[in-house]
């Protein structure tokens, strides 16, 4: 199984750079995304029929509440590649100040989740589940850091 992880996590990972990086912008088609990303769930997790009936209702509601935030992420990564080259102090406290909001409100959303998992579900397997939602966010992250433009100092 830990072979089939590393396998579909490479897979996923490889499918972020042509859907992030078409044209220089920042696109991803989320119906093929959230269909590999479950693919991936499914494999890892391998849940028992009683404890799929459970989580898959609990991960849908989940990943309805996680595209807000992944649309959030999207539109300040956007941002961030717009006004990179020349960005203000002003600019960037914002920036800043909308990064650290967004992280915040996707700590609650997980604290929120994984009280709903755990009530229905053993914490092994929420753990479970948690960590490999972790290990994609992370492969997300390097995927389109690998594009995002450095900020400069600005000469004065």
Do not use: C
């Not at 509601?61 to 959030?72: D, P």
């Amino acid at each position: 199984m830990k072979k089939t992880l590393v396998k579909m996590l490479t897979v996923l990972i490889f499918l972020f750079p042509p859907l992030l990086h078409a044209e220089g912008t920042l696109e991803i088609d989320m119906d093929e995304f959230l269909t590999a990303k479950k693919a991936l769930v499914k494999e890892t997790l391998q849940l028992t029929e009683k404890e799929s009936a459970v989580f898959w209702p609990l991960y849908d509601a989940y990943v309805k509440a996680q595209i807000k935030i992944f649309n959030r992420h999207t539109a300040l990564i956007r941002e961030h590649k717009k006004k990179s080259e020349n960005l203000s102090d002003k600019e960037a406290e914002v920036l800043i100040n909308k990064y650290l909001e967004l992280q915040a409100d996707d700590l609650k959303l997980k604290q929120a989740h994984v009280k709903k998992f755990s009530k229905k579900l053993p914490y092994r397997r929420v753990y479970q589940f948690f960590d490999l939602e972790d290990r994609i966010d992370i492969g997300y992250l390097a995927a389109i850091a690998e594009d995002l433009p450095i900020v400069e100092e600005i000469s004065k």
